[in-house]
Nanobody, 122 residues
Framework: VQLQASGGGLVQVGGSLRLSCAAS????????MGWFRQAPGKEREFVAL????????YYADSVKGRFTISRDNAKNTVYLQMNSLKPEDTAVYYC????????????????WGQGTQVTVSS
């Protein structure tokens, strides 16, 4: 499956952004979807994930209550609504998919989007 992330940008502290990740090539609903991020000089980290039909979600503690992951299988798209953004949310955000399991381990994700930059200015 091919993934195309979009929606990043520059936003002030406390602002909001919505990231989108459009999928093509395979049956989207067969895949668990995750968002990960990587800040400069840091390892990539898990942000959020969602089950195949959107009935289950899971978040990193650092974003819980501020970010919401959702998906629209009819549009082959997964979203990440980010509210109350903080400078420490600055990173390149990646969407990823895997067929096997709902996991926070990035090594288990098969396909990755190209990343979209989110910069939160103070």
């Amino acid at each position: 499956v091919q993934l195309q992330a979009s929606g990043g940008g520059l936003v002030q502290v406390g602002g909001s952004l919505r990231l989108s990740c459009a999928a093509s090539g395979r049956t989207f609903s067969n895949y668990f979807m995750g968002w990960f991020r990587q800040a400069p000089g840091k390892e990539r980290e898990f942000v959020a994930l969602i089950s195949r039909y959107g009935t289950r979600t899971y978040y990193a503690d650092s974003v819980k209550g501020r970010f919401t992951i959702s998906r629209d299988n009819a549009k082959n798209t997964v979203y990440l609504q980010m509210n109350s953004l903080k400078p420490e949310d600055t990173a390149v955000y990646y969407c990823a998919s895997n067929r096997a399991t709902m996991t926070t381990n990035d090594n288990e994700y098969e396909y990755w989007g190209q990343g979209t930059q989110v910069t939160v200015s103070s």
